[in-house]
């Protein structure tokens, strides 16, 4: 029984961390180590794997939420800038757009990836303790 619980969780455990490489960009070297499934005490088992598939979450909105802040950072720039200056006008509304477009996306991709984790949350939680 051990053997089979034991293969579940391993099998589990690389469902996830295959879902974070895929699905978000994630190196395997970036994902938590992996944990080692004990039959004397499954449910911390279990619990860790939560707590690594949580941190994992946290730390992929932290990344995405500080690639937007730099990005609305620069499109203040730029747009400050703009308002000082005639020069080249086109190349800065070129450059504005492009920014504008990389939030959205950013923004786009942090709103996709909370909303994914808010419904994993549910499905993971059979694992807390």
Not at 40 to 45: F, L, Q, T, Y
Not at 73 to 93: H, M, P
Request: proline fraction near 2%; avoid cysteine; charge should be negative.
């Amino acid at each position: 029984m051990a053997g089979q619980a034991e293969r579940k969780f391993i099998r589990e455990q690389e469902q996830y961390r295959n879902l974070f490489i895929q699905k978000t960009g994630v190196k395997q070297e970036d994902l938590w180590q992996k944990i080692i499934y004990s039959p004397s005490n499954p449910d911390a088992v279990y619990a860790n794997l939560y707590q690594a598939i949580v941190g994992q979450v946290a730390d992929l909105l932290d990344a995405i939420g500080s690639d937007i802040e730099s990005i609305q950072t620069a499109l203040l720039g730029i747009r400050t800038v703009t308002a000082l200056s005639d020069k080249d006008v086109d190349e800065q509304e070129t450059q504005l757009t492009k920014l504008e477009s990389q939030t959205n996306q950013a923004n786009d991709e942090y709103t996709r990836i909370a909303g994914a984790a808010k419904s994993s949350y549910r499905k993971i939680d059979q694992f807390s303790a």
